[in-house]
């Protein structure tokens, strides 16, 4: 019988367990004790299934990449065309970045100063290709139907498209007197404006 293995928790248990303390007070401010006490389970049996808190973290973030990218995915399932898919995959990322109540909101700003390191920025990074993949899925598929230029690739022309995004709404929140929420008309003028300048003319 294997002894080393903890009994009575898994590790879905204790992902679980960790997404909601780490999006309830942040990155830093919860301890693996907490964690492991939240569980159940001692600080030896928490470490047999994560080295550090940092790998739970991420281990945490990667998860919660993974379901926006399904929900973006489903999103862009309800369209007919590219660019229809591409406006519905942004305004579903639009919804998920802008609520403040959303777990992605709090896990990211509950990890904040982690950006300043090397390693864990590319990390970051990593997290954001995979939620970003719906949308760099789209681009390329308009560029096979020749509707798209060729250059950027896709995973350029999406980032392209978030930073358009992200400028309108740190605009808003730095240069003007009101703060308006980025609606889905917001969203979809951003991809007519992208989309243009994009699109193969003929002459």
Request: proline fraction near 4%; hydrophobic fraction near 40%; glycine fraction near 6%.
């Amino acid at each position: 019988m294997d002894t080393s293995r903890p009994a009575r928790v898994g590790r879905q248990h204790i992902l679980e367990v960790a997404e909601r303390l780490f999006t309830e007070h942040g990155y830093r401010a919860t301890s693996i004790r907490e964690i492991a006490q939240a569980c159940g389970v001692t600080n030896a049996a928490l470490y047999y299934y994560f080295p550090s808190k940092e790998a739970l973290f991420f281990e945490v973030m990667q998860r919660h990449a993974e379901r926006l990218r399904q929900r973006m995915t489903e999103a862009g399932a309800r369209t007919q065309t590219p660019r229809e898919r591409l406006a519905a995959i942004l305004r579903e990322y639009t919804h998920i970045v802008t609520d403040q109540d959303s777990p992605f909101f709090l896990l990211r700003r509950g990890a904040r100063g982690f950006k300043q390191r090397k390693a864990l920025r590319t990390r970051f990074g990593r997290l954001m290709t995979t939620m970003l993949a719906p949308m760099q899925e789209t681009l390329a598929e308009a560029l096979a139907a020749g509707e798209l230029r060729s250059q950027p690739d896709p995973a350029e022309a999406a980032a392209m498209l978030i930073g358009m995004l992200h400028g309108l709404v740190q605009h808003r929140r730095t240069c003007t007197d009101h703060n308006p929420p980025t609606s889905d008309e917001d969203v979809d003028l951003i991809v007519d404006v992208f989309w243009q300048g994009m699109s193969v003319t003929t002459c």
